[in-house]
């Protein structure tokens, strides 16, 4: 019984490491690229970032999430409030998906 629970708590880990490892970065700050996420049952990330007036800087987008460029030091905070789950670092996201 006691092994069942310490799989079940690598398996938490393991499954719940690249959100930590997201939300664990620091804010992103002005005129830098943010990856906004929304959740999957509300408005969608790019509509959250359009209502913000924030452009987006790819021209693909997922489902519910989008690359944004912050504009002014409230941006994140107007973000949260449209209804973002998250608002990360976007330039490692860049990183990733340039390779």
């Known amino acids: 019984?006691?092994?069942l629970f310490?799989?079940?708590g690598a398996a938490a880990v393991v499954l719940c490491s690249p959100v930590?490892?997201?939300a664990a970065q620091?804010?992103?700050s002005e005129g830098e690229v943010a990856l906004v996420i929304a959740p999957p049952w509300g408005e969608s990330a790019a509509v959250i970032a359009a209502k913000n007036g924030l452009l987006e800087v790819t021209p693909e987008r997922a489902p519910m999430g989008?690359?944004?460029l912050l504009q002014?030091?409230?941006s994140i905070d107007q973000l949260y409030n449209q209804g973002a789950w998250l608002v990360v670092d976007g330039k490692r996201v860049l990183e990733l998906c340039a390779n």
Do not use: E, G, Y
Request: proline share 11%.
């Open 20 to 22: 930590l490892l997201l």
């Open 1 to 3: 019984m006691q092994n």
């Open 26 to 28: 620091s804010r992103p």
């Open 6 to 8: 310490l799989i079940l």
């Open 66 to 68: 989008a690359l944004v």
């Open 72 to 74: 002014s030091p409230h």
